[in-house]
């Protein structure tokens, strides 16, 4: 007798931890009764000893032409109750829904994130690469929520100019040098100071953004220019600093470094344009690895410069566990 699994457990590499991915169709749709059902979920999570897993991928075939996959991320807030932001996305996570819900798939797939589309593009050696796209593809100049290139927000550490960007997430991008810190050494090595400047920062930016501050969005990372052909990036979860970037980030950061072109100028597209890389083929450098992300441009029928697409990749991703435990209290209707 073959076990069912209820869920699995998948992680893609950089992501600063697993995801836990569910049949959405086995799942309330009401958000309170939903909500209730990940408590129960993530209290399960804690009670075996799994409480490093703070994301959840709520997937299911699609039944939309041209897609193979419906995905939904719910992000866990750190705190002592379960306390979850539905707003935000995750490119780790999506990933990790895909090898985890479509075992063994060898070929391309278009994953539907809410308003978003994502292309997955299997590659060599198991990895992926992701291509976002927002239908109909946005104006550069409608990315920036306050309708500037920057903003200056102040903190009780003192003003900063940032970017605010809003593509595959909303982003505050500051420079690592308004922070004080100097070289990649510098960055990488900051400890709970800059992270508590940094995390001030991004409250400033979700008020701005009209966001709860408390909640997981908008997204912030510092950026340098210290290398020739290189952006070096370190951004920050709800638990600390993030071990690479999120997919995401690459994203948004690809974005406003194209929006600099048209909006007059952005903290990223500035710091691009001294260490000579540009949107078309950006290189990324992290504390572990180096990304490379390509945004895709166009002319809308009004004239308006357009973003179509932002690619990013090689990504890989692993199932974990497969949980047989059932997990439902209940029978959700799809």
């Given at each position: 007798m073959t076990?069912?699994?209820?869920?699995?457990?998948?992680?893609?590499?950089?992501?600063?931890?697993?995801t836990l991915v569910l049949d959405r169709h086995r799942l309330p749709r009401e958000e309170p009764a939903l909500r209730a059902e990940l408590a129960r979920i993530r209290r399960w999570l804690l009670r075996t000893g799994r409480g490093h897993v703070m994301k959840f991928a709520l997937c299911s075939a699609s039944d939309r032409p041209g897609y193979d996959l419906e995905y939904r991320f719910v992000q866990c807030l750190p705190g002592r109750a379960p306390h979850f932001d539905h707003r935000s996305r995750c490119g780790h996570s999506l990933l990790a829904g895909?090898?985890?819900?479509?075992?063994?798939?060898?070929?391309?797939?278009?994953?539907r994130d809410g308003a978003a589309?994502?292309?997955?593009?299997?590659?060599?050696?198991?990895?992926?690469?992701?291509?976002?796209a927002r239908?109909?593809?946005?104006?550069?100049?409608?990315?920036?929520?306050?309708?500037?290139?920057?903003?200056r927000l102040r903190t009780?550490?003192?003003?900063?100019?940032?970017?605010?960007?809003?593509?595959?997430?909303?982003?505050?991008?500051?420079?690592?040098?308004?922070?004080?810190?100097?070289?990649?050494?510098?960055?990488?090595g900051a400890g709970a100071?800059?992270?508590?400047?940094?995390?001030?920062?991004?409250?400033?930016?979700?008020?701005?953004?009209?966001?709860?501050?408390?909640?997981?969005?908008?997204?912030?990372?510092?950026?340098?220019a210290w290398e020739p052909g290189h952006l070096t990036v370190r951004s920050v979860t709800g638990t600390g600093w993030h071990p690479t970037l999120a997919v995401t980030g690459a994203v948004c950061l690809a974005a406003a470094?194209?929006?600099?072109?048209?909006?007059?100028?952005?903290v990223p597209g500035r710091l691009a344009a001294r260490t000579g890389c540009g949107p078309v083929a950006l290189r990324l450098r992290t504390a572990r690895d180096t990304v490379t992300v390509s945004a895709v441009t166009g002319r809308s029928p009004a004239g308006e410069t357009c973003l179509r697409a932002v690619g990013v990749g090689p990504k890989r991703a692993r199932v974990l566990e497969e949980i047989t435990e059932p997990l439902w209290r209940t029978r959700a209707s799809a």
């Amino acid at each position: 007798m073959t076990t069912q699994v209820a869920a699995r457990i998948a992680v893609a590499d950089g992501a600063p931890c697993p995801t836990l991915v569910l049949d959405r169709h086995r799942l309330p749709r009401e958000e309170p009764a939903l909500r209730a059902e990940l408590a129960r979920i993530r209290r399960w999570l804690l009670r075996t000893g799994r409480g490093h897993v703070m994301k959840f991928a709520l997937c299911s075939a699609s039944d939309r032409p041209g897609y193979d996959l419906e995905y939904r991320f719910v992000q866990c807030l750190p705190g002592r109750a379960p306390h979850f932001d539905h707003r935000s996305r995750c490119g780790h996570s999506l990933l990790a829904g895909v090898v985890a819900t479509l075992p063994g798939t060898t070929r391309s797939r278009r994953v539907r994130d809410g308003a978003a589309d994502v292309h997955c593009e299997p590659g060599p050696g198991g990895s992926w690469s992701l291509q976002y796209a927002r239908l109909p593809s946005p104006p550069l100049t409608r990315l920036l929520p306050t309708g500037s290139g920057t903003d200056r927000l102040r903190t009780p550490e003192g003003d900063h100019e940032v970017s605010l960007v809003d593509f595959g997430n909303p982003y505050a991008f500051v420079a690592a040098e308004s922070l004080g810190l100097g070289s990649a050494r510098e960055l990488y090595g900051a400890g709970a100071e800059s992270l508590g400047r940094l995390r001030s920062l991004r409250a400033a930016a979700a008020r701005a953004l009209r966001c709860p501050e408390d909640g997981a969005l908008p997204k912030i990372a510092a950026v340098g220019a210290w290398e020739p052909g290189h952006l070096t990036v370190r951004s920050v979860t709800g638990t600390g600093w993030h071990p690479t970037l999120a997919v995401t980030g690459a994203v948004c950061l690809a974005a406003a470094v194209a929006a600099g072109d048209v909006a007059g100028s952005t903290v990223p597209g500035r710091l691009a344009a001294r260490t000579g890389c540009g949107p078309v083929a950006l290189r990324l450098r992290t504390a572990r690895d180096t990304v490379t992300v390509s945004a895709v441009t166009g002319r809308s029928p009004a004239g308006e410069t357009c973003l179509r697409a932002v690619g990013v990749g090689p990504k890989r991703a692993r199932v974990l566990e497969e949980i047989t435990e059932p997990l439902w209290r209940t029978r959700a209707s799809a």
